[in-house]
């Protein structure tokens, strides 16, 4: 199935996108101060995110998606969604070793929280079952607005309703409202330390079938 609105067309990330694609998060978050001090823009964090996606991109359980203006041939968002693993508790499969050792450059007082909140929430809604997970999404501040979140969304919702399954996500502020707009229900809410007023929302989307 082809997932396109007017210039935007959603298509399989590959290594070659690997550093835009590991610049993206400044460019999608950084209007949010708590994001912006968590991980600023500096090479080490960088350096992080392509290792990251690196890891993401070689693993056969994760779908890695771009959206790319064809106008411009600029990517301008992604989004990394886990399938569930085939023989494998918890599903679909724990966070160690899908995310690098933290650089220095990130603010452990921010992150260590918020990583944390969602391995909890995501066991406690979760469990052992067998479920989809929108791990990472971001889109460039400059296309909010302009579809490639929906192009993203309905790619992975597409997923699961073919397999039938649920789908577990740890929502930011901003993308919370998009979520909802697709059947996710709110299971949990935690304010993040920092005094941002950061509130991390987290939410499943109940299984069903096309």
């Known amino acids: 199935m082809a997932y396109s609105k007017g210039s935007l067309v959603l298509s399989e990330a590959t290594i070659d996108d690997l550093p835009v694609l590991s610049a993206m998060f400044p460019r999608a978050y950084h209007n949010t101060p708590f994001y912006a001090k968590m991980m600023p823009d500096t090479p080490a964090i960088e350096e992080w995110w392509k ?12 779908r890695f998606a771009k ?16 399938l569930p693993r085939d023989n494998e508790s918890p599903q679909p499969g724990p966070e160690k070793g899908r995310w690098p050792e933290f650089p220095d450059d990130v603010d452990r007082s921010l992150a260590d929280p918020l990583f944390e909140s969602v391995a909890r929430f995501r066991k406690e809604n979760m469990e052992d079952r067998r479920h989809y997970r929108l791990e990472f999404i971001a889109t460039a501040k400059e296309y909010k ?6 192009l993203m969304m309905r790619y992975g919702c597409d997923m699961a309703d073919n397999d039938g399954l649920e789908i577990y996500v740890a929502a930011s502020m901003e993308g919370y409202p998009v979520y909802l707009k697709y059947g996710f229900v709110l299971k949990g809410e935690e304010t993040m330390p920092g005094g941002y007023g950061h509130i991390q929302r987290h939410l499943v989307r109940p299984a069903r079938k096309h």
């Open 145 to 150: 607005g302009r579809g490639a979140a929906s």
């Open 51 to 62: 290792e990251s996606h690196r890891n993401a991109l070689l693993d056969p359980k994760t």
């Open 67 to 82: 959206v790319t203006d064809e106008d411009t041939a600029e990517v301008v968002a992604m989004v990394r969604w886990v």
